[in-house]
């Protein structure tokens, strides 16, 4: 068979790398077991909307954080860093009906900026403060669209000027049930039609205008036994 052959998998959610985040919430009242400050993983997350900045996340009615943040209308989206990779798994694995999950991993609830109820995991490089708009049900999972009221990050993560430099904090993502650290970097928004001044300040190297020219011109004369 010939590398792009094509098999039949079939249909699954085979979307492919997924961000995946750990989700704070609480109930109105964090003094009773079951409303205190809870994560959940969650990889059906995403972007939505620009203007106003949204996302969503899908949750099944039967976690418990779905009722905590159905209740609410509020929850926080932490990104997850090397250093939270453990804890992300263990949240995604345990129930906050059972146990503090904050508890357990060694983490810090803080109020989040912006909302009422929610709580924010102080150790995540950055948390975003989310306020429910919609929720659809659609199957297995419901879906809250939500608004982004707040944006709070680690203040090492900007530069001199003031410039957020997301690089800097070692985000994992996950692909096919594994969590990944993010690997080379490859280019840019736009890197595809970039000036050459362009090219070498954002990437720290000179553009190669025809990368694959040596390549084709040795396959031509025959030498290179590399197979693309
Ligand atoms: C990597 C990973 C991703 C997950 N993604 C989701 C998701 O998108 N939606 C969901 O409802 N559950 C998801 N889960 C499962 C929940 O995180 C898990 O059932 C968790 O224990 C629920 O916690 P809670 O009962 O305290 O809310 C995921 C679990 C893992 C490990």
């Not at 704070?24 to 990889?43: F, H, L, M, W, Y």
């Not at 102080?122 to 306020?131: D, M, Q, T």
């Not at 707040?150 to 090492?156: E, I, L, N």
Request: glycine share 8%.
């Amino acid at each position: 068979m010939a590398k792009h052959d094509k098999i039949i998998i079939g249909n699954s959610t085979i979307l492919n790398p997924v961000p995946v985040v750990m989700v704070s919430c609480a109930g109105k009242d964090p003094s009773k077991d079951s409303e205190r400050p809870n994560i959940v993983t969650i990889a059906w997350a995403g972007t939505v909307n620009s203007e106003p900045p949204m996302v969503s996340i899908s949750v099944r009615k039967s976690r418990h954080s779905y009722n905590l943040i159905k209740e609410t209308g509020e929850f926080v989206i932490n990104l997850v860093n090397k250093s939270l990779a453990k804890s992300c798994d263990y949240c995604g694995v345990r129930s906050g009906a059972d146990e503090d999950k904050f508890k357990t991993c060694g983490l810090t609830a803080v109020k989040a900026e912006g909302l009422e109820y929610a709580y924010a995991i102080k150790e995540a490089p950055v948390s975003v403060s989310c306020k429910v708009k919609q929720v659809l049900e659609l199957g297995s999972h419901d879906m809250f669209i939500a608004e982004i009221v707040a944006v709070t990050a680690d203040s090492y993560l900007k530069d001199e000027e003031g410039k957020l430099c997301l690089d800097k904090a070692k985000l994992i993502s996950y692909n096919h049930g594994e969590y990944f650290t993010l690997g080379e970097k490859l280019g840019f928004f736009g890197y595809s039609v970039a000036s050459d001044e362009v090219f070498e300040k954002r990437m720290g190297y000179k553009k190669e205008r025809d990368k694959y020219k040596h390549i084709r011109e040795e396959k031509a004369a025959g030498k290179n036994g590399k197979k693309y």
